[in-house]
């Protein structure tokens, strides 16, 4: 990182510690919105720091990969990763309004194409005051009241349905769907890294646990069977914070990117998104899984952390589609650019 962006994660995980956390994530149960934490982050400027530079911005897509690694080792209960895609969508289209900028409007975006005029399985439908949605080749901007009810999910995220009814077309024909696929995979980067935030604090609070828990007279963390059981998580958190970072990196570029088997190089942004929401949902699977494994029958009760990030981390790799269908469509993004059916 360069010296702006350690500071951007020293301001952020210090903001996540203090305003968010497990704690706030309970609070927030079942709408899965800390009101009064994004009314704070708002005073930072941060809703608004993923637009260009002149709209009060300048924050790159590599920085934003910090803030969401942050927001996730904290599981914060914040539409930020949502909210920063869609200014960036409005401001790209003249649609942004000063209050979605600032944060005091939540804006978010609906990460499947409309079907029979209902947003489906909205991340933030519950609470989004806009939302950006594709229908067929139409990008419409719903500006309904959010319904501030969530549809009953495994990670108390606030995810609902919203119709279309009302809802202005911002834009049309080709433009319409690049910008969508383009938002689609900044959201799919951001959450990955929001995954490899959850991976961190997985294996953290799993170590320091299996220091301090006892049993036959010694601490469980010097039993070899989980000590071999922890000693790969590191490596795939990095593998992952690698890959999240190179997909950004991908994203920031203002050149097209190829994707090349033969050599194995891959820049194209579109994949690497594609491939970073696959094995970053894989290893926050593994660390939170093993970390509750390893927490035995506490893992399962409530007051212990450890099954806050159990849940969210299956709720938020599964929340645009199951890993094999992901599987499936980068299947295609690498073979068929390569010729091959």
Partial sequence: MSADQETIQDVF???????TGPESARNSMPLGFDAKAWERLSE???????????????????????????????????????HVVATRILENLDSLEPEVLTGTLLAGLAIRPVENGVAKSV??????????????????????????????????????????????????GTEATEVFERGLNEWKTLISAFLVGITRSSIEMTVDYVKERHQFGKPIGSFQSIQHGLADLPGLYDGAR?????????GDREITGEINLTDNEISDFATLSSMSLIFAGETSLQATDR?????????????????????????????????????????DLLLEDNGVK
């Fill in 242 to 250: 690698l890959l999240v970072n190179k997909a950004a990196w991908a």
């Fill in 44 to 82: 930072t400027g941060a809703p608004g720091m993923g637009v260009s530079l002149p709209a009060g911005g300048g924050a790159s897509l590599s920085d934003l990969v910090i803030v969401a690694e942050e927001a996730g080792a904290k599981i914060a209960p914040l539409p930020i990763i949502d």
């Fill in 123 to 172: 991340p933030t439908g519950s609470i989004a005051n806009r939302l950006i949605a594709l229908d067929e080749d139409k990008l419409l901007l719903i500006n309904d009241e959010p319904p501030n009810k969530s549809l009953p999910n495994h990670g108390d995220l606030p995810i609902a349905h919203r119709g279309i009814n009302g809802a202005t077309v911002i834009s049309e």
């Fill in 13 to 19: 995980s210090s903001f996540f510690t203090e305003q």
């Fill in 291 to 331: 970390g509750l494994h390893y927490h035995g029958g506490y893992g399962f009760s409530e007051e212990y952390d450890i099954q806050l990030f159990y849940r969210r981390a299956r709720a938020w790799s599964q929340i645009l589609n199951s890993p094999s269908d992901e599987c499936l469509l980068l299947a």
